[in-house]
């Protein structure tokens, strides 16, 4: 995917961060719960040949990653359905995860959007060519007059991540529309303002008669309110959101924050999430009841762009992916509390939502779950073995690759070593973990490089040259170090804050002449004057602006104002 604001949380490109195991949990991470009586709620049961292979997954998905806790739901077209609960809805007061409590799941809600949209198709009160700007009047874009609702419920309209509606310059398309795919929460945003116009009420109220009721998701709610906020999950994330934190690390409760955005503000219960993977299958089969009609569930599901992956494409609100050779309907969220994962095989007849309450930046989704619990399904349904999961964390291929002696040109030194598989990290009596993060970056505890991580270089398969930050490192020093940077991109180089739960810290690092957002990303000029990544395809825009001094203490991301601080 395209990178957006919120990949760089926590200083780097697909910023993660890493939660430290739960201290509390040491016995079953799913203790009897009472049923509440809803109509709702499927309470606990013994575990069977799927969810007791699931629950002993899940154990190490929380171990591994550090997870709270998380909710799932599993159904099967021919009458299975079940919920397993793990971990703690709220460390602190000891609560396990109950299936009556909320979970948020984020960008799954794109899904409940598109359906809203062509319910009101159905009725022929909207029109999935209707104009943007026809639609939304005021409402400017450039380059975007031809932008429509398919575009923006496809992902191709060409708008940025997260942009505002009204950015700093004016909102814009970075492609013509339909040419090409950049995945857009702005653009669903606007997407859910079109639809709330077409239908004349709230899009919170639009989602919750059209498409939540319809359906009997009576436990569900379309925005997120704090009013609600008991029914809830807590939701966690790491202390120090300053950096790349590897496991372990300290664990503290998120901040609430309220939501009406159709790109993603929809919270459930498992057992209203059985209710929807329910009728996903029978929209697949051809239908539309009780949304929409049999011949628009038909439309629902065809002609999707190609887009979310190599191989896979997208179309209201819904990924079309492969895994392991089987077609899967599919789509992940994260949110400031929540991350999420769901899939749908519809051949089989088998789907699986999970979900888990941690911060979006710790970089997981629960996809691993929800796919061996498709698997799990499957194998029950055909009397077949299940072939082992993926791990947890997947292995780093060749470790040896980046180990060496890095020594930087004022003498200061640390060694990169392999021990049992993994690389650690070594300096001054010190022995570090080293967690790879994207390809050759690596987060660390050592407090001398815990706040840039680590950027490893290496050439025919060996290690050459570190980076941390703009401090290089060389494995061979007499091969001699790059040059000092040319000044006017010097002045570039600091950390440009945004106090905004959805932001964070960025940081820009000029090495070698090249310019980095994250360490890792690197910013090339664009037509505008301003800065763009190396993908020519991607809308997201950087300026630097504020100068004083020569020196810049803005950053605009796409618009949204992020600045100077201790830099």
Not at 69 to 79: F, P
Not at 446 to 451: E, G, K, R, V, Y
């Amino acid at each position: 995917m395209d990178i957006d604001r919120r990949a760089f949380l926590g200083s780097a490109a697909l910023a993660t961060s890493f939660l430290a195991a739960c201290q509390k949990q040491t016995g079953s991470a799913s203790p009897d719960v009472e049923d509440t009586g809803s109509a709702d709620t499927i309470p606990t049961a013994p575990d069977d040949q799927v969810t007791g292979p699931l629950r002993d997954y899940i154990e190490q998905h929380r171990a591994a990653w550090g997870l709270p806790g998380m909710t799932v739901a599993l159904v099967t077209r021919d009458g299975y359905e079940a919920v397993v609960t793990a971990g703690f809805a709220d460390i602190e007061q000891n609560i396990p995860v109950r299936p009556d409590h909320l979970f948020q799941i984020g960008s799954i809600s794109k899904m409940f959007t598109a359906l809203a949209a062509w319910s009101l198709i159905d009725e022929g009160r909207l029109s999935p060519d209707v104009k943007l700007l026809d639609s939304l009047k005021g409402l400017k874009v450039r380059g975007g007059e031809q932008i429509r609702l398919q575009h923006l419920l496809n992902h191709t309209a060409g708008l940025p991540g997260d942009s505002a509606l009204f950015p700093e310059g004016g909102l814009w398309s970075g492609f013509e529309p339909g040419s090409n795919w950049s995945y857009s929460n702005c653009g669903y945003q606007l997407a859910g303002n079109m639809i709330a116009a077409a239908d004349g009420r709230l899009f919170p109220d639009v989602i919750r008669d059209r498409v939540l009721e319809r359906i009997g998701m009576e436990e569900s709610v379309a925005a997120l309110h704090v009013a609600d906020r008991p029914r809830y999950a807590q939701g966690y994330e790491p202390a120090l959101t300053d950096r790349l934190n590897p496991i372990p690390a300290k664990m503290t409760p998120t901040a609430w924050v309220d939501s009406d955005n159709a790109a993603g503000s929809i919270a459930a219960t498992p057992g209203d999430m059985i209710k929807f993977l329910r009728f996903l299958m029978n929209v697949a089969d051809g239908k539309g009841a009780p949304v929409f009609s049999d011949e628009t569930a038909k439309r629902f599901l065809s002609g999707p762009a190609d887009g979310w992956g190599e191989g896979a494409k997208y179309g209201n609100g819904i990924a079309h992916v492969e895994i392991d050779g089987r077609p899967y309907l599919h789509h992940t969220g994260g949110m400031v509390s929540f991350c999420s994962s769901l899939h749908v095989d519809v051949e089989a007849g088998v789907a699986a939502f999970a979900s888990c309450n941690v911060h979006y930046a710790l970089n997981y989704r629960p996809k691993n779950i929800t796919i061996h619990a498709c698997n799990l399904m499957r194998a029950m349904q055909e009397g077949a073995t299940v072939a082992d999961p993926a791990p947890p964390h997947e292995a780093l291929a060749s470790p040896e690759m980046f180990a060496g002696r890095f020594t930087a040109a004022d003498g200061d030194q640390f060694d990169v070593v392999v021990s049992g598989g993994d690389l650690r990290l070594r300096k001054s009596g010190r022995d570090s973990a080293l967690y790879p993060v994207a390809s050759g970056l690596f987060a660390t505890d050592d407090p001398d490089h815990a706040l840039t991580g680590l950027v490893v270089e290496a050439e025919n398969g060996r290690a050459v040259r570190a980076w941390c930050g703009d401090v290089e490192y060389l494995v061979d020093p007499s091969t001699a170090y790059k040059p000092p940077p040319a000044k006017s991109l010097r002045v570039l180089a600091g950390r440009y804050d945004n106090d905004d739960r959805w932001a964070g810290p960025l940081y820009v690092y000029v090495r070698d002449d090249r310019v980095f957002l994250g360490n890792i990303v690197e910013l090339v000029p664009a037509e505008d004057g301003g800065w763009r990544t190396t993908d020519a395809s991607s809308p997201e825009r950087i300026h630097f602006d504020g100068v004083i001094n020569g020196v810049p203490q803005r950053l605009l991301f796409s618009g949204i104002p992020y600045i100077r601080r201790f830099s």
